[in-house]
């Protein structure tokens, strides 16, 4: 591993502000300060259209290191207005956001054009690494523990006035105990002002259908990529196999086209799908109550092996079913 030479030198670092000797944060509070002395930087794991992320050490802990470096070609200076504004966002919801289930803020520097966040390190990658490496169906109680551990943590952001609004199986992270934790808030927005932050935002094949039309953006988007990481872990695929980027935003936005359920997917969990990626986001459940209806599941699961008590709830009407159900064991939300 190097010091984080290139960004640093020894008399001023290159993502930290000073005042009157002091090291400050782009908050101007020492907790999100990053004392760039104890940061070690190793090898690239990944990168973006601007930015990289590096396996590194902080405070002799292991962390992941994203930095982000304005172009230097910027013409108006735009870009370079727009990364700082993301990062400063980023920063300030993560720095906020203290679960479980959510990825571990560890600190922030900038000093423009260089900005850098630092997050805990999970040591197995992302849910897409592990859905890759697996290869095939993940076994029900396994997908419900690992569904739960998503919930939860957007139950949280979503308790934080935060809309994530890039949810997908890169953006959930696993640690060496096997938990989940939700992480990549590069794109997060408060929900009293998405709609001004709108600037191209998501994954087409996650997004619901409102976000592809530019339309009012809800808490309600998150809700519908869970719906398709749900079908993913359950599939096996990934969704829209086959199609590409725009073909998959024109199919959902113009087509409400979703992927087959597989025949095989017990009906409540079908039935919970289909709930969450609904083209009405009025009709997708909160994830306070997605939680609730996951722990009903676990525990079917652990007294009868099956949930075949709960498919009898779906079996007339699936949407129905589980909508009532949502009602019954979920409504009003309560902590």
Known sequence: MKIFGKLKSKKDSACTKRSNGKVVSVESTDELTADLSRLLIGLKF??????????????????????????????????????????????????????????????????????????????????????????????????????????????????????HRDLKPENILINQDFKLKVADFGIACRDTSCDALADGAGTYRWMAPEMIKSKSCSRKVDVYAFGLILWEMVAGRIPFEGMNPVQVAFAVANKNLRPAIPGDCPAAIKALIQQCWSSQPDTRPEFCQVVKVLEQFEASLASDGNLDKLQSLTCQDHRKGIFHLIQKIAHPCTS
């Not at 992302?126 to 997908?143: D, M, Q, T, W």
Request: charged letters at 20%; glycine letters at 10%; aromatic letters at 6%.
């Open 46 to 163: 990944a990168q973006g259209a601007h930015s990289q992320l590096y396996h590194g050490r902080y405070k002799d802990e292991p962390v992941a290191v994203k930095t982000t470096r304005v172009p230097d070609d910027t013409g108006d200076g735009s870009i370079g207005a727009r990364l700082e504004k993301l990062f400063t966002r980023e920063v300030t919801l993560l720095s906020r956001l203290h679960h479980p289930n959510v990825v571990k803020f560890k600190g922030a520097c900038r000093k423009p054009p260089v900005f850098c966040i630092i997050t805990e390190y999970l040591s197995e990658g992302s849910l897409r690494a592990y859905l890759h490496k697996l290869g095939g169906i993940i076994p029900l109680p396994k997908v419900i523990s690992m569904a739960l551990d998503i919930a939860r943590g957007m139950a949280f952001v979503h308790s934080q006035g935060v809309i």
